[in-house]
């Protein structure tokens, strides 16, 4: 099995290239296109760039930013864009058949008439068999490989694999996708929320726990497309028996409740409700909370208190935690992804009787998660998701992190050494 050889240009390699290809843009003379195959183009910056019809096959384009570029018509044809920033591109006709675009930030962007379907990219390796590039991000840690047709056949099951265009965890707020085809594309946990998708392919695509609020559709086709889990548009009803003036109290209500400490009446319970219907939970005291599976997707929540709440399975992706009090809240399970919970306090909770009570977050997924100077110590965050998550700075003594998937987790390994980390699934958290 064998790794294809990317060459690196440097900056002013690539803008010279650019340059170029600008003044062929322009239909003056002496122009020619940009053309980054197999390039590994990390750490480089094309913001603001005309490269309309550059080609980038099979590039390296990982976290590279692309701020309000003009890419139409450009060649994505099985790049790697996981965490790409693509936010408000012109990218009309663009072809990204079987790119990865895994956590890329296209926020604004235009994808009117994009590609977005399969596609498979393969040479002929030395002794004639064929190669194909796999964009694998599981526990064998292989992106961007080339294999050959017999490694295939063991991790694939069959002789040669397409490259499904990956979607997964993007954003794509107010993204023009109208007439974009997306058949087959993977768009788990996307955020498509206020994007257009009218007239739109996406025929077997896997829209599995998107986000659809305020999404536009008009003879959209979604024929064996998977919906379960999508997030849609925010319930007149929040919670059952709940408008949105009654729920507003009743959690002003235990906000009061918890401040005073008393203990005569029972903690607050909505399980399942969705809060999304409120402005904001910002600097709100909601200690000993039970809402297991509530939906605060997106919300403004900074600084808010959570002491020991119940929150399995809550679905938080977006929401911003940041500065908040955590100690000991049940967050297993949960939905994490893009969350900012830098600063937080995720430490244990001391309980009355001189117990303490860790902070539980197994199994959760916090792909794309911001957790500087987190404090995460003893928190039980097993078996869950933390690829290209942010722990710059944070506090991991005693940190349960065994069977964790940290493929480009951004993590000092000084932090690591007083960690729990048997079985951590993926390549090795990179240096913050």
């Known amino acids: 099995m064998s790794q294809i ?3 690196r240009p440097s900056q002013s390699d690539v803008d010279a290239q650019i340059a170029r290809h600008e003044v062929l843009n322009s239909g003056r003379l002496g122009g020619q296109r940009a053309t980054f195959h197999y390039a590994d183009l990390r750490g480089l910056d094309f913001s603001g760039r005309d490269l309309s019809g550059a080609d980038f096959t099979g590039a390296n384009l990982h976290g590279v930013p692309f701020f309000s570029a003009r890419l139409d018509s450009a060649v994505f044809f099985g790049a790697d864009l996981r965490g790409a920033l693509l936010t408000g591109t012109s990218l009309r006709r663009a072809d990204f058949r079987g ?25 002929r390796g030395r002794m004639g068999h064929l190669r194909f590039l796999s964009h694998d991000q599981g526990p064998l840690g292989l992106p961007n490989a080339m294999l050959s047709t017999a490694a295939l056949d063991i991790v694939r099951g069959q002789p040669y694999a397409s490259l499904v265009c990956d979607l ?9 996708l109208t007439r974009a085809s997306l058949q087959r594309a993977r768009l788990v946990g996307a955020d498509l929320s206020h994007s257009s998708l009218t007239s739109a392919d996406l025929t077997n695509a896997d829209l599995t726990d998107a986000i659809l609020t305020q999404t536009v559709f008009g003879l959209t086709i979604f024929d064996g497309a998977e919906l379960s889990g999508a997030l849609r548009d925010v ?38 409700a969705d809060l999304r219907i409120l402005p904001s939970l910002r600097a709100t005291r909601l ?7 509530a939906v605060m997707t997106g919300l403004d929540c900074q600084g ?47 309980l009355d009787d001189g117990r303490l009570l860790a902070t539980r977050l197994a199994g959760a997924n916090m792909r794309y998660a911001a957790l500087h100077d987190a404090d995460l110590r003893q928190a039980d965050l097993s078996n869950g998701d933390l690829s290209h998550a942010w722990l710059n700075g944070a506090k991991l003594g005693g940190t349960d992190l065994r069977g964790t998937l940290m493929t480009g987790t951004q993590v000092a390994h000084s932090a690591l050494m007083s960690a729990q980390v048997e079985g951590v699934i993926g390549a090795m ?3 913050a």
Do not use: M, Y
């Open 5 to 7: 050889a990317f060459h």
């Open 99 to 123: 790119a990865s675009l895994n956590g890329a930030s296209l926020i604004g962007a235009d994808l009117f008439e994009a590609d977005l379907r399969e596609g498979v990219i393969a040479e």
């Open 168 to 176: 997964s965890d993007a954003i794509l707020r107010g993204a023009n």
């Open 235 to 272: 319930p007149e009803l929040p919670a059952v028996g709940f408008t949105r003036e009654r729920l507003a109290a009743a959690l002003a209500a235990h906000a009061r409740w918890a401040e005073s400490e008393a203990r005569e009446s029972e903690p607050l319970t909505l399980e399942r």
């Open 287 to 293: 200690s000993a909370l039970i809402a297991p599976q």
């Open 304 to 350: 808010i208190a959570l002491q020991g709440a119940r929150l399995a399975g809550a679905d938080l992706r977006h929401a911003d935690l940041s500065d908040g009090d955590l100690r000991g809240v049940d967050l297993t399970g949960a939905k994490l992804a893009h969350a900012k919970l830098s600063r937080c306090n995720l430490s244990p909770l001391q």
């Open 429 to 431: 958290p990179r240096a």
